[in-house]
């Protein structure tokens, strides 16, 4: 016989641990309002004390930022382009691979985490700058003659964002590798499924909600991303986060500054929204279960 269900007015006032559920609450929803709901709160009050709402209209339509938000989205969509290309092939490498090879480019990847992003950034500084390590390579092998340039321009930006963003995109379709089913894998080809075909239905397809989480992961962060455009873009190629830092710390425009940085923020959970709506970048219970 079994029990009869608790009632749903029933009240639970401890969770399994002993402890209340209040209380467990209290400590993040307190960081919340403390870290991210104030903040955005007096960025939205100082926007709005100079010119109001047409504040954002002018804004939006400096020719200025609206260059800034091309190249910026541009920026970004080519860097994740690369991560997708470059982090499928990676992630595919860690699972395949024997142990010990597996284990030193994970060792590798994780680099990425341990080293802080300033100096990664300011390496790639040292190997762009006109007389620096690629410079010098390319001139001693004859594939150049002079200086290539590069630094403070946009093309040495791409490369070194997809170093710094390669982790965010691997780690999580990593991660869905792990899980891949083998009798699949071997179902397919007892099937007469090529490898190509068994990479692109049954792997690929398997990935592929990981891929488009991961991805939507890394355009986000690229179009926020400020250090390394700051230091390898230089001052003619601004983003939207150099802009951001060049009206707050030259032009001391406070209220031009917070409404840029409300447009990106609304940029980015826009993006958000309408990926979780289709690919759950957050998986709940039952995705991880699956």
Request: hydrophobic content about 55%; proline content about 7%.
């Amino acid at each position: 016989m079994r029990p009869a269900p608790p009632s749903k007015f029933t009240k639970v006032t401890r969770s399994p641990t002993g402890i209340r559920s209040g209380w467990l609450l209290a400590i993040p929803l307190a960081a919340g309002i403390v870290l991210i709901a104030l903040p955005l709160v007096a960025l939205l009050l100082r926007a709005l004390s100079d010119q109001g709402a047409g504040g954002f209209v002018d804004v939006l339509g400096n020719s200025t930022f609206l260059e800034a938000l091309r190249r910026t989205v541009v920026l970004a969509a080519a860097v994740t382009g690369f991560c997708v290309v470059l982090g499928t092939v990676y992630s595919l490498a860690l699972v395949v691979s024997p142990r010990p090879l597996s284990w030193a480019l994970l060792a590798i990847l994780m680099s990425a985490f341990w080293i802080s992003l300033l100096v990664r950034t300011f390496g790639w500084v040292i190997l762009f700058q006109p007389n620096g390590a690629l410079n010098q390579f390319l001139s001693d092998i004859g594939l150049v003659h002079g200086s290539l340039n590069l630094l403070q321009t946009a093309p040495a930006m791409y490369p070194a964002m997809v170093h710094v963003l390669l982790p965010f995109f691997v780690l999580p379709v990593y991660a869905s590798c792990r899980r891949l089913d083998p009798d699949q894998l071997r179902a397919a080809q007892s099937l007469g499924a090529s490898p190509l075909s068994v990479l692109r239905h049954v792997v690929i397809a398997h990935l592929r909600p990981a891929i488009f989480a991961a991805a939507a992961l890394v355009f986000m962060l690229a179009l926020s991303f400020y250090v390394t455009p700051l230091l390898i873009g230089g001052p003619s190629e601004l983003t939207i986060a150099t802009l951001i830092d060049r009206e707050f710390h030259e032009q001391f425009d406070l209220g031009t500054a917070a409404i840029m940085g409300l447009l990106l923020l609304a940029i980015v959970l826009a993006i958000y929204f309408v990926v979780d709506r289709f690919v759950a970048i957050v998986p709940t219970g039952q995705e991880e279960a699956r």
